[in-house]
C-alpha cells in the first residue's frame, strides 16, 4: 500500500478516536444494585444519587447513612483500577418536592450560596471524587418564582468559583414548557462544565393519554413539542455549545392503565400507573405477557397487554437516539439510570444491552 494513503488511513483514525473519546456517557446510580454489578467501561461519568440540602446550604445524605454513602463511593472510586478514564460524581437533589423550597431559599441569598459551595468542595474533597452535579428540580417551580432563573445561574457560577478545576454538571428539564419557566440556558451552559438534559419524562399519567416519555420525534398522533428532538433543538437555538449537551436516555418505560383494552394505541385514554424498568419490560415481552409496537413515526416502542400499557426504549430506539447524538454534534449521553438497564443479562442481548448499544455507536 502507498505510504502516504496509510499515513493518511492513520491520521484519519486518530482523529475519530480522539472525536470519540471527547464523547461522554453519564450513567446516574440509584444504589438499588451492587456497585460491583456497574460495567464500568460504558460510562465516561458515574454519579451517585442523591445527597440532599436544606435552605441554609448545608448538605446531608436524605434517607441513606453516612457511611452507607461512605461505602458506595469508596467502591465507585475501587471502579477506576479497570476504567482509569472513569469520573465519579455525586449528585444533589433530585425530583423531591420537600425540597423545592429549600433550592429557592438558599439560592436567593448569596452567603447561603457559598456556604452551599464550601460544602460541596468538602464532600468533593472528603470522598476523593470528581465533582458534584446540581438537580434542581425546578426553578421556578410553578410560574411563581421567576428570579430562579437568574439565582440557578448564580449559584452554578459560585459553584465553579468555590471548587476550581474540579467538576460541575447540571441536570434540566426537557420540553418548552419547563425550558421557558426554569432555565436561561446560555447561562446555566457558560456556567458549567456539561449539562444533562432529561429528554425523557415528556408524558405520564398527567396527560389523560398514553404517550412514549422518550419520543425521539412528532406523529400525527402526538403533534406537540414532548419529544426529544424538539427538545434538543430548543435548547441548541439558544445558541448554547452543543458539545456540552448530554442528551438523556430512559433505562425505564413509563406506564398507563388504560380505559379501553381495546383502544391501545399512541394517544388512547389511559390513567398514570407508575413505571417499569427496562429488563421488567424486556422480560414480560420476551415472555408474551405484553404485545410489542414500534411506533414508525416517533422512533420509538411500546407495548400492551388489556388495561396494561408502557411506552419505553429498546435496542432499536436507542440506536435511533445514539445516531441522532452524533448527527446532531451533541457531547454525548446521559441515563437515568444505570439499575435499570438489563444488567444481568436476563433479556438476551448481553449485560447493560441499552446503555452498551449507544456506547457501541457514539464511542465507536
Known amino acids: 500500500m502507498n505510504s502516504k494513503i496509510v499515513l493518511v488511513a492513520l491520521v484519519a483514525l486518530f482523529c475519530a478516536v480522539e472525536v470519540s473519546a471527547q464523547k461522554k456517557s453519564v450513567c446516574y446510580y440509584f444504589a438499588t444494585i451492587p456497585v460491583t454489578q456497574i460495567n464500568p467501561h460504558i460510562c465516561t461519568h458515574l454519579i451517585f444519587s442523591f445527597f440532599g440540602l436544606d435552605a441554609y446550604g448545608n448538605i446531608d445524605f436524605m434517607w441513606r447513612s453516612e457511611a452507607d454513602v461512605a461505602y458506595y463511593l469508596a467502591q465507585m472510586n475501587a471502579m477506576k483500577f479497570q476504567n482509569p478514564n472513569l469520573k465519579v ?14 433550592w429557592y431559599q438558599m439560592a436567593e441569598n448569596a452567603d447561603r450560596r457559598n456556604t452551599f459551595a464550601n460544602n460541596a468542595l468538602r464532600i468533593v474533597r472528603d470522598y476523593n471524587i470528581d465533582g458534584v452535579d446540581i438537580d434542581w428540580e425546578y426553578p421556578n417551580y410553578d410560574g411563581s418564582r421567576y428570579q430562579d432563573k437568574a439565582n440557578f445561574v448564580y449559584l452554578l457560577q459560585d459553584l465553579k468559583r468555590v471548587l476550581g478545576g474540579y467538576l460541575v454538571t447540571t441536570a434540566i428539564g426537557a420540553g418548552a414548557w419547563r425550558t421557558d419557566l426554569s432555565y436561561d440556558l446560555w447561562g446555566i451552559f457558560n456556567a458549567v ?3 444533562n438534559v432529561m429528554t425523557y419524562d415528556l408524558h405520564g399519567g398527567w396527560t389523560g393519554v398514553t404517550g412514549i416519555h422518550g419520543a425521539l420525534y412528532r406523529s400525527n398522533l402526538d403533534p406537540t413539542d414532548s419529544n426529544v428532538d424538539a427538545s434538543v433543538r430548543l435548547i441548541l437555538n439558544a445558541g448554547v455549545d452543543r458539545s456540552k449537551l448530554m442528551m438523556g436516555i430512559a433505562t425505564y418505560g413509563n406506564a398507563f392503565r388504560l380505559y379501553d383494552p381495546n383502544n391501545n394505541g399512541v394517544g388512547a385514554g389511559a390513567s398514570g400507573d407508575g413505571s417499569l424498568t427496562y429488563y421488567q419490560i424486556c ?14 413515526d416517533q422512533r420509538v416502542p411500546y407495548a400492551f397487554a388489556g388495561t396494561q400499557w408502557v411506552g419505553y426504549e429498546d435496542l432499536g430506539s ?35 444491552p441499552l446503555i452498551s448499544r449507544v456506547y457501541s455507536i457514539v464511542h465507536g
Do not use: H
Open 193 to 195: 462544565d456539561f449539562v
Open 89 to 102: 460524581l455525586v449528585a444533589i437533589g433530585g425530583y423531591n418536592e420537600p425540597l423545592v423550597p429549600a
Open 318 to 352: 436507542v440506536t435511533e437516539k445514539a445516531d441522532y447524538i452524533n448527527n446532531m454534534g451533541l457531547g454525548g449521553s446521559m441515563y437515568w439510570a444505570v439499575d435499570n438497564d438489563d444488567y444481568n443479562g436476563i433479556c438476551g442481548n448481553g449485560q447493560y
Open 283 to 296: 422480560s414480560a415481552v420476551n415472555a408474551g405477557q405484553l404485545n410489542y409496537r414500534w411506533d414508525n
